[in-house]
């Protein structure tokens, strides 16, 4: 998806260079595939190598948490320092049965039917980016800790072809507990930034940071899973952190 990060520009610019970058899948990078963790992480590493041959902090969100833990074990050399922000974790399925089940506790039993007609569709290949942008939407209130003062969502592109083969090569890492093996090789200073009221249940992330060495985990209360809208300023302080680790 692009572009909902946006949003976490204002923290980050005051003091430290930001880059940001399209995932492929989307205009203006490459649209074509593969679409697994490997090829994201190599486009990852590929920026980084590029434009911060001295290493970067990464900042990654849900999914992006998901690679940003795999950019650590794979060349933690090219990363001083890791922040991951309520990601999908390390261990068991992710987080992801969870997820999908308070997601459809804190949306209405109506607009659920709708969004289980298009989700069909979508997984039948007949779905269209319209129709799984229009259930993203039906279904965003419940990622925020009170879905009834939950922001509209943001103007976003998504790839129906992307999405849904990295989600198949993430599943098939799940499976093979490849993190579970890999992060307790990291030993850079990491942070993890976890709402307590995420549909991703903060344990998730709890268990991930265990298999890091010296890695810091905040929960912040009344918080779901976009904490640095819920409450500015929690992923600025936690890079901000970082440094205490020197």
Not at 2 to 25: H, I
Not at 53 to 78: C, F, K, N, Q, T
Not at 84 to 107: F, H, I, Q
């Amino acid at each position: 998806m692009s572009d909902y990060l946006e949003s976490l520009d204002g923290e980050l610019t005051s003091g430290y260079t930001v880059y940001r970058y399209q995932q492929r899948g989307l205009a203006p990078s490459t649209t074509l595939g593969p679409f697994s963790v490997e090829s994201h992480a190599a486009d990852a590493l590929a920026l980084l190598q590029a434009v911060t041959p001295a290493g970067a902090v990464i900042i990654g969100h849900s999914w992006g948490g998901y690679l940003a833990m795999h950019l650590a074990a794979l060349r933690s050399d090219l990363i001083v320092g890791l922040v991951v922000v309520d990601p999908l974790g390390a261990v068991g399925d992710g987080g992801a049965a969870d997820m999908a089940r308070l997601v459809e506790e804190r949306t209405s039993a109506e607009a659920m039917l709708r969004v289980n007609e298009l989700d069909g569709r979508v997984e039948a290949g007949e779905g269209t980016v319209e129709e799984a942008l229009e259930s993203l939407a039906l279904t965003w209130p419940a990622r925020f800790a009170d879905p009834a003062s939950a922001p509209v969502m943001p103007p976003i592109s998504f790839s129906l072809e992307c999405n849904a083969d990295t989600w198949e090569s993430v599943q098939q890492h799940l499976a093979k507990q490849t993190l579970v093996g890999l992060l307790p090789a990291v030993t850079i200073p990491t942070v993890f930034v976890l709402g307590s009221d995420s549909p991703i249940p903060p344990e998730q992330g709890l268990a991930s940071a265990a298999l890091i060495p010296r890695a810091n985990v905040e929960v912040h209360e009344g918080c779901g899973h976009f904490p640095w809208i819920e409450r500015p300023g929690v992923v600025r302080n936690a890079v901000d952190s970082l440094h205490a680790f020197e």
